[in-house]
């Protein structure tokens, strides 16, 4: 019964591909979010998304996409991949009335070489 | 955004209680203080939240200062797996969706 889930789980790709983060919520969530884990640690929301509204954090590179098929999925595409997005991104959703309580994905690794 | 500090580790023997103490001096009155938590590759774990009186629930106790300056994580009979980074969030709800982690206090439960 996973709340969040991802897929996949680890990415390793090369410099200038382009690829696809898949999150789905099973927890009838509206808002979803995008997050961004460097290799400090130090955790960035980087989209939020509901079926209204997506907000962009203004130092997201545009290369970077989310796409929404349904209110339980929240894809992020990434274009021209380069070595700085090597992190780990993860997905979570919340309820609209309660934004702040997050639940959140295992992550997805991604290491671009 | 209201900027939290956390000291940047901390160690607890095993079946002691785990206090994580946390300043938010500029925190603005409508905003709650969030704790989260993230194992070694796992996602973050949503703990506890509170806006000025003490909380419980299964996971911890939350108890915030009368001035709302500061507040501590309180968990009561750390085991191996309370190991983790502990975050403490300010966050209101007019803060739209900029929900930002810093860089949390790393706990080390010892056996």
């Known amino acids: 019964d996973t709340a969040v889930s991802q897929t996949p789980k680890y990415l390793v790709t090369q410099m200038g591909n382009d690829k696809s983060i898949k999150c789905e919520q099973n927890?009838?969530?509206?808002?979803m979010y995008w997050y961004k884990q460097d290799s400090k640690k130090f955790l960035k929301i980087m989209f939020s998304?509901?079926?209204?509204?997506?907000?962009i954090n203004e130092t997201v590179p545009n290369r970077f996409s989310p796409k929404s098929p349904d209110k339980a999925h929240l894809n992020l595409h990434i274009n021209s991949l380069e070595l700085g997005d090597s992190a780990v991104y993860f997905c979570?959703?919340?309820?609209?009335?309660?934004?702040?309580?997050?639940?959140f994905g295992p992550g997805t690794r991604l290491l671009v070489l | 955004d209201a900027k939290t500090t956390q000291p940047p580790s901390m160690d607890c023997a095993e079946g002691r209680a785990a206090n994580l103490p946390c300043n938010h001096s500029?925190?603005?009155?409508?905003?709650?203080v969030y704790w989260y938590r993230q194992i070694h590759s796992q996602g973050p774990q949503y703990i506890i939240h509170?806006?000025?009186n003490n909380e419980t629930n299964e996971m911890a106790s939350l108890i915030i200062t009368e001035d709302r300056k500061s507040s501590t994580l309180i968990l009561p009979h750390a085991t191996l797996r309370d190991t983790a980074v502990y975050y403490c969030?300010?966050?209101?709800?007019?803060?739209?969706?900029?929900?930002?982690f810093g860089t949390g206090t790393s706990l080390t439960v010892i056996p």
């Open positions: 969030i300010p966050q209101g709800p007019l803060a739209g969706n900029q929900f930002y």
């Open positions: 927890l009838g969530h509206d808002t």
């Open positions: 998304y509901n079926n209204k509204e997506l907000i």
């Open positions: 500029t925190i603005s009155g409508n905003e709650y």
């Open positions: 979570a959703s919340s309820h609209p009335r309660d934004k702040e309580t997050q639940y």
């Open positions: 509170g806006l000025k």
